[in-house]
């Protein structure tokens, strides 16, 4: 038990120094339509175009968004609902100023509010919403089905919740994750950076060489058959070593400290989650399962 509440303690580190030292991550790309963060949001959540979206928030009164980090998908959900109609509220365990600055920023913070929050505690005192989305967040809680019961437990009649969790990746992929997390969660953020560029480092290089491959199926390292650029093949079967060229070397080296630091990252397959929501008693209306992780919609 002691063991698992200093895992939690450090996990929670991990995000306030996260965000505290990039307080503007993928934000304005998670708000530029055209670019591919913002096309795998919308097209895992089942929305095809950003219309879509808008159509979807614009019933909903009340909107959460559980895990908010630095606010960027706060930002999303408040600017395709009404601000009038509709109050988007964003919850975390990290300083909730740099989501509100950043909001204030992009002049999206009309109607938009924020409350610092743990979602392995009660969260009765935020009241009921129509809407409840948490991305990348669960599965970095010391019980990710208890969170998810404390989100289901606000949810309004009718209302909705959408999660993002990791899945269990191809079993090379799973060790070598596994080993360096092992290696590098225990070090500060300066340190564990460090590592994390050379990482990046191999991203750029694999994908600056544009070479596509023919991979063969490998039924036992799950590896499956067809055409692939060299750095996904490495990135889907053997190790996480992130890059988009639409952001900065620094950003990219984040996103692969925030994978690599976290010491709870847990992973599940889709019935795993699916149970999730049989045992809340929630009808699933929606599910996307890619490389990366697992995304399943349900309404009560």
């Known amino acids: 038990m002691t063991n698992q509440l200093s895992q939690e303690k450090k996990t929670k580190k991990t995000f306030r120094d996260k965000w505290v030292n990039n307080p503007d991550l993928a934000f304005s790309q998670t708000l530029d339509s055209k670019s591919e963060i913002f096309k795998w949001i919308l097209n895992r959540n089942g929305f095809k175009k950003p219309e879509d979206l808008q159509k979807y928030l614009k019933s909903k009164k009340r909107v959460l968004d559980a895990g908010c980090g630095n606010g960027r998908v706060t930002a999303l959900l408040r600017k395709y609902s009404d601000p009038k109609t509709t109050e988007v509220v964003g919850v975390d365990v990290a300083p909730i100023e740099i989501a509100r600055g950043n909001l204030k920023k992009y002049k999206l913070d009309q109607n938009t509010n924020f409350s610092q929050a743990d979602l392995m505690k009660s969260l009765k005192k935020l009241g009921q919403f129509d809407f409840i ?38 079993p090379i992929r799973e060790f070598v994750d596994d080993y360096i997390r092992e290696r590098i969660s225990k070090l500060p953020y300066n340190q564990a950076m460090k590592v994390c560029r050379e990482i990046t480092e191999l991203g750029k290089v694999l994908s600056e060489t544009k070479t596509k491959i023919k991979v063969p199926k490998v039924e036992i390292l799950e590896i499956d058959g067809g055409a692939l650029d060299l750095q996904r093949f490495i990135y889907h079967y053997f190790m996480k070593c992130f890059w988009n060229p639409d952001l900065s070397f620094e950003a990219n080296t984040a996103i692969n400290f925030d994978w690599y630091h976290p010491q709870i990252c847990a992973r599940y397959d889709l019935e795993e989650i699916k149970e999730w929501f049989k045992a809340a008693d929630l009808k699933i209306t929606q599910t996307c399962v890619d490389h990366y992780g697992i995304t399943v919609r349900g309404k009560k």
């Open 133 to 170: 989305y948490s991305q990348e967040v669960l599965h970095h809680t010391k019980n990710p089905q208890k969170a998810f019961n404390n989100l289901v437990e606000i949810l309004s009649p009718k209302g909705e919740i959408a999660i993002y969790v990791y899945k269990k990746k191809a």
